[in-house]
């Protein structure tokens, strides 16, 4: 039957229409590295809860130093955990304070060590320098009880779980992982490890996508390898079944040798396309159904099934799991450091490498090869540059769109 090619941007918007957030569940912080937010983070407590000391010195009231050099009457001490408990600080005396000890009353400035001199018995003079006010942290110069001090769609890292921590947070609601089950189709495949028979290959592209999407936030199910039979195909999409998206690799077209078509409709789904105007990976399948279910049909080719996760499957991960500006990669301009012919009806994604010229600007060189099977010339690539359909040739120093690769 015929398609149309379907834009990469059609394709996406089809692919991610209706995607919406995996249901929350809570978490303990340190399972919480990578997973997003849900929920609004309150803080429980105010931090710091009382005003501290940024320096070891002595605390002091301001007016006292004033004027240098100035003689104190030492009457004790602060450490952190620590706190001063004697008497209010009253005129000309001061409290010996280490970093991070709460404020005695009384005080309201620092005075660091390096400015002072210890004279006999409790005597201590104050010979150089002017407090400082960020000598002194504030009580809830950091966040106040009640703040909200992260957003739900935050992509937790551990500068985020550090911060709830503070906060008083244990644990934090977080959105399930979407289940990416992950199956590889062929005759002609072999698990790593196992020699390959003739006309044989090593599966490699499903080990590729289950890290993408564990790195995306999802948790892959890797089903192993189904062979070119209706009974395989089924018996792997059964295992798929409570799956949130299945990503099958190899047999997208729609052929007489291609099965994953019939097969995911026998089992329910519903085919929306499998053909889009894009290279590499013009062989995409796209199909759903009615529990929810997202099928995407990547080719078999590494370099095209690895594009394709990223172009397509990574996108809907992240809206499974409603993740705030959830760019996947890093788009700029580039100089080309040599000519590209024109291009030709499919959108392009050429493996190139990026690199900064000695002021700073952004070069690009495509690979030598654009084999969508050599593994090799992608994992010396650090950039792909994407080319529009039908776009005219293009000479050494002109501007391209380039991507970065994070996969």
């Known amino acids: 039957m015929a398609q149309r090619a379907l834009s990469v941007d059609d394709a996406l918007a089809r692919i991610l229409d209706g995607a919406g957030p995996t249901q929350t569940e809570r978490v303990c912080l340190p399972q919480a590295d990578g997973r997003t937010l849900a929920e609004p983070l309150v803080a429980k407590l105010t931090q710091p809860p009382f ?16 004027t240098l050099p100035a003689s104190l009457t030492l009457i004790g001490e602060a450490a952190a955990g620590h706190p001063y408990s ?5 005129l000309g005396q001061t409290v010996r304070i280490f970093t991070g000890a709460p404020l005695p009353e ?39 009880k009640g703040a909200t001090g992260l957003e739900p769609g935050t992509r937790l890292m551990p500068r985020h779980i550090a911060l709830a921590a503070s906060m008083g947070h244990d644990t934090l609601p977080v959105r399930r992982k979407p289940v990416v089950a992950v199956i ?26 289950a890290a993408m999407v564990n790195r995306a936030g999802g948790q892959a199910k890797l089903l192993g390898i189904a062979r070119d039979t209706l ?75 690895i594009i394709c996760t990223a172009i397509f499957v990574l996108p809907l991960i992240a809206a ?25 009806p499919r959108q392009h ?9 000695a002021d700073g600007k952004p070069t690009v060189t495509p690979a030598s090869s654009q084999d969508s099977a050599l593994l090799s010339i992608l994992c010396e690539a650090n950039a792909l540059i994407v080319r529009q359909p039908n776009a005219p040739a293009l000479g050494e120093g002109d501007k391209v769109t380039v991507r970065t690769i994070e996969f």
Request: charged share 20%.
């Open 106 to 144: 009384g005080a309201d400035a620092i005075v660091i060590q390096e400015n002072t001199e210890r004279g006999e018995g409790n005597l201590v003079r104050v010979v150089d320098g002017t407090p400082d006010p960020g000598h002194v942290r504030p009580a809830g110069g950091d966040f106040l």
């Open 320 to 344: 499974m799991t409603g993740v705030r500006n959830a760019a996947t990669t890093t788009e700029l301009q580039a100089s080309l450091t040599q000519s590209l012919a024109k291009n030709g």
């Open 51 to 66: 005003h501290a000391s940024a320096m070891d010195g002595y605390a002091v009231r301001a007016d006292d130093v004033a």
């Open 231 to 305: 009974p395989s195909l089924k018996s792997h999409l059964e295992l798929a079944a409570g799956a949130d998206i299945l990503v099958t690799i190899g047999g997208a077209s729609v052929g007489d040798h291609d099965l994953v078509a019939k097969a995911l409709a026998a089992e329910g789904f519903e085919l929306d396309f499998w053909k889009i105007a894009m290279r590499p990976g013009k062989p995409l399948m796209f199909a759903q159904n009615e529990i929810g279910q997202r099928a995407i049909g990547v080719p078999g080719n590494p370099v095209s099934s």
């Open 184 to 209: 590889a189709t062929g005759d002609e495949l072999v698990e790593p490890g196992t020699p390959p028979g003739p006309g044989q290959i090593v599966a490699s592209n499903g080990y590729a996508i």
């Open 86 to 90: 004697g008497s209010p600080l009253a």
């Open 349 to 357: 994604y050429m493996r190139a490498n990026l690199t900064l010229t």
